[in-house]
């Protein structure tokens, strides 16, 4: 089955500092991997995906990340944060389901917290 | 289009009562999921629509859970007989097919609290 790690439940950093959320999956087929944000009391927001192509996807915000298939990692980064990045971010792995459609499996979310 | 709407933002019902969420999806969407998400945890899949068609439940969605999508536009997820254990954010998501590069969005979600 697939799943997704994200090791680190908390990440202080100042303002204007860069930033690595760290995620790892597992699985054993074509990996399709997203990055969303959760404001407080929000739905979740796409950040970014890797579908295929380039391992260096660039998304909203300033937010890239690069897939690893030999460290089967998508490292979330980005070089100079904002107090406004302040959120839950989750790391998600597509899985098929067994009626051929698919479902978003998550990881349990890294808080990051922006200091000034 | 104002995105994927969930009604209530917020419920607290006592023990024991029967409780209904809404979700409106994106207007064209066929595809609509219900997860569950709990303090310090990421969304869990509970179960999926298309259109009217609920293909797939989770473990998680006990016989005390239920969920219809009657004319594959709006869904409701009804909790009967609640437990503490249930309380926490109900988020509903809508994509279109058909491949899996389709983005879901998110609505705001449904906090339920049991008391």
């Known amino acids: 089955a697939q799943s997704v790690t994200q090791l680190d439940s908390q990440v202080p950093v100042f303002e204007e500092a860069p930033v690595e959320l760290r995620c790892n999956y597992s699985?054993?087929?074509?990996?399709?991997l997203f990055w969303y944000v959760q404001y407080p009391n929000q739905g979740l927001q796409l950040l970014l995906k890797y579908l295929s192509g380039s391992t260096l996807v660039k998304g909203i915000n300033g937010f890239e990340a690069e897939f690893n298939k030999s460290q089967t990692s998508f490292h979330l980064r980005k070089p100079s944060v904002h107090i406004s990045d302040t959120a839950e971010y989750f790391c998600a792995v597509i899985t098929v389901l067994d009626s051929g459609t698919y479902k978003y499996i998550f990881g349990t979310g890294t808080r990051l917290k922006v200091l000034a | 289009d104002t995105g994927v709407s969930q009604n209530p933002r917020h419920k607290i019902t006592k023990r024991g009562q029967n409780v209904t969420f809404r979700c409106d999806p994106i207007s064209e969407h066929n595809r609509l999921y219900w997860y569950r998400q709990t303090l310090g945890q990421g969304p869990e899949f509970l179960t999926y629509f298309q259109n009217e068609a609920q293909l797939e439940k989770s473990r998680l969605l006990s016989d005390r859970f239920s969920a219809e999508r009657p004319k594959g536009s709006f869904s409701t997820l009804e909790i009967q007989r609640t437990e503490q254990g249930d309380s926490a954010m109900y988020l509903c998501a809508s994509s279109l097919q058909p491949d899996m590069d389709t983005e879901a969005f998110f609505g705001q979600g449904t906090r339920l609290t049991v008391v």
């Open positions: 699985s054993s087929v074509s990996v399709y």
